[in-house]
């Protein structure tokens, strides 16, 4: 009869002793090993903040990377006002969903170059200068603003007689004046007066400088093509290029001190705002333990980043920061990513971050936007930027 015997020491491994007749086999299992990680690179970047009860991730995200660029710019890191991008992009996503006659998506969901676009035709402002915050409020609550939106969009598209908006344009703006308040035409900062085009100078941002990168296999590689994502309202230009490709020019952005905004799946349980981690374990059985200990992962290829694209298991429901790279004791590699969900976190040190692994940007990111110049020639050529 075979018996099986353990013998837990205090030592760095666990010993198994199979004894079967006069035969015994002995297995050395090492010990589960906790997170230690390693800064590698770490770009600076603005405070970690809370997004509130919004969906306005896109615009907080971006923000970051843009403070994050105005800093590698010129020295200054400015606190610039996520609101002023959200309160000029709603009227843009109004247009977009009566003109389509109410048969898309509206919501509060954005993507980055949603920012860029708005910092190109509205300029740039200050967290100082717009808050979007009224009435001593200290936390964003966006719960009303769209069906506030909806009833007036709705009521103009089914051409409602009894409506009490003529002018939905009026309406909107009436709306959003109430909830954020009234965007400044110009107002002080550090003892200068600026408009949101002057400010947008003196940040020396360009917005012609930002592209979008993203790898599926269902459009050619370094071609440009229009992502059909519920959030791409804006129909944005995405540049497809392999999925090694992909992870090389972050790397690559990472060594040569550019951030990047990434859009990627968050709603893995996996990944964990409260343990700072998110990683794909191999095993289904390790979902809860890898938030804590280093765990076998699974391989990403192409074929199955797509599948999980085109079976909705990865979506574009959340935008964060690239900020950085880290490793962990067994030399594994993470990005350093800044959420907009407050700095509450279990481990100590990583508030507010996520250390994601490579394994999980692979198969969970939709796509990253970052400066032209901090590509690699190879890719620069291939894409004709």
């Not at 710019?73 to 996503?93: H, L, Q």
């Not at 003109?99 to 100082?128: C, T, W």
Request: hydrophobic letters at 35%; aromatic letters at 12%; glycine letters at 6%.
């Amino acid at each position: 009869m075979k018996r099986i015997f353990l013998f837990i020491t205090f030592f760095t491994i666990t010993t198994l002793f199979y004894a079967q007749e006069d035969t015994v086999v002995k297995v050395n299992i090492p010990n589960e090993q906790k997170y230690e990680f390693t800064p590698i690179i770490d770009i600076e970047a603005s405070a970690v903040k809370s997004q509130g009860n919004t969906g306005t991730c896109w615009s907080f995200s971006t923000s970051s990377f843009i403070e994050s660029e105005i800093f590698r710019n010129t020295g200054k890191m400015i606190d610039i006002s996520e609101m002023y991008t959200v309160r000029n992009t709603y009227p843009e996503k109004a247009w977009n969903y009566v003109m389509r006659q109410g048969k898309i998506q509206f919501s509060e969901g954005g993507l980055a170059h949603d920012v860029i676009n708005s910092i190109k035709k509205y300029g740039l402002v200050p967290e100082s200068a717009y808050s979007g915050l009224l009435n001593n409020s200290t936390m964003h609550n966006h719960a009303t603003i769209i069906p506030d939106l909806e009833k007036v969009l709705n009521a103009y598209i089914k051409n409602d007689k009894d409506s009490d908006y003529p002018n939905w344009k009026v309406a909107v703006d009436s709306i959003l004046d109430k909830h954020l308040g009234k965007t400044p035409e110009n107002f002080n900062y550090e003892g200068i007066t600026y408009t949101p085009m002057s400010f947008l100078e003196m940040t020396k941002i360009s917005t012609s400088n930002y592209v979008t990168l993203t790898s599926f296999i269902h459009q050619p590689f370094y071609s440009q093509f229009i992502l059909n994502i519920p959030d791409n309202f804006s129909n944005g230009i995405f540049y497809n290029i392999p999925l090694n490709q992909l992870v090389y020019e972050v790397d690559n952005a990472l060594k040569k001190g550019y951030t990047l905004a990434l859009d990627c799946d968050v709603s893995e349980k996996t990944f964990s705002q409260k343990y700072g981690v998110a990683v794909v374990p191999k095993q289904v059985e390790d979902s809860t333990k890898c938030l804590t200990y280093i765990v076998e992962e699974n391989t990403i290829t192409p074929e199955f980043r797509q599948e999980e694209f085109e079976n909705y298991n990865t979506t574009d429901d959340h935008l964060m920061h690239i900020v950085g790279l880290v490793k962990d004791q067994n030399g594994n590699e993470y990005y350093k990513v800044k959420n907009s969900w407050g700095s509450t976190g279990k481990r100590i040190g990583n508030g507010g971050y996520i250390y994601m692994s490579k394994a999980f940007f692979k198969l969970k990111t939709i796509s990253v936007s970052v400066h032209k110049n901090a590509l690699s020639d190879e890719v620069k050529n291939e894409l004709k930027i």
